[in-house]
């Protein structure tokens, strides 16, 4: 089986798995692949391996073939333009005051256009920007108006545990997050600590919801009064993660139990 290398197009860019054919590549290479925006030069930023097991069953796309120099020259002019348009931009929003924030430039790699992403509260006449663009450039611009979570994804970062974000690493595509996911796996509500650097709800709160709801069917509800192996109390915390109930007995003693271990409280 052909290995797996990991590539990226952007220096902080998020990593895209490639099947490397029959090409033996390293770390550092720089590689002709073919996406759907069409050609690109990428670089290889791990070391070729296999597939795992457990990876979805999809087929990868493969790398076409090693770069050549002329490619790579031409990769690196178009990073060097990324950076001024993006600059020259940022110069032009703020002299005509344009309520919008900046997140990158991305150009192709014909150099047929330039794509400038950006976030905004609302609609934003930017006409009179794309008319400086173009002048200044002499190619196409396309302005497109994206999200704070789009942004999160593109931008990158670590998120409060330590680790690159989810959005920037391995999701393809945002999944609703609701409040409802933090109350059922008893997370603190403090906005703080369950919002994640784009402003919104973690999308790992989604992880894991689906694992509390099925534990929580089988145990018994916070305040259902049940028989205990040292009498009669009443349930008053759960702890999904051991499969276990506090339950508080008639004396004020609290005691933990396993689910099967009471009767008349599992009927959730």
Known sequence: MNKVVGVK????GKVYEFDSGHFVLKKGDKVMVITEEGPAVGCVCTEPQDRPGTAPNRPLKKVFRLATPEEIERYEESCRMEEEILHYCYRKVKELGLPM??????RRFDGSKAIVYFTADGRVDFRELVKMLVRRFKTRIEMRQIG???QAKMVG????CGRVLCCATFMNSFAPVTIKMAKEQNLSLNPGKISGMCGRLMCCLGFEEEFYRIVKKGL??????????KGQGKVVRQNV???????ALEEGEEVEFRAEELQGGNDT
């Not at 197009?9 to 902080?12: D, L």
């Not at 993660?241 to 339950?247: C, D, E, G, P, R």
């Open 9 to 12: 197009f952007k220096n902080n």
């Open 101 to 106: 924030s900046l997140v990158t430039v991305e």
């Open 148 to 150: 704070v979570r789009h």
């Open 157 to 160: 970062g670590l998120g409060t």
């Open 220 to 229: 018994p509800k916070i305040g259902k009064k049940v028989a205990t192996p």
């Open 241 to 247: 993660l051991k499969k276990t109930v506090i339950v």
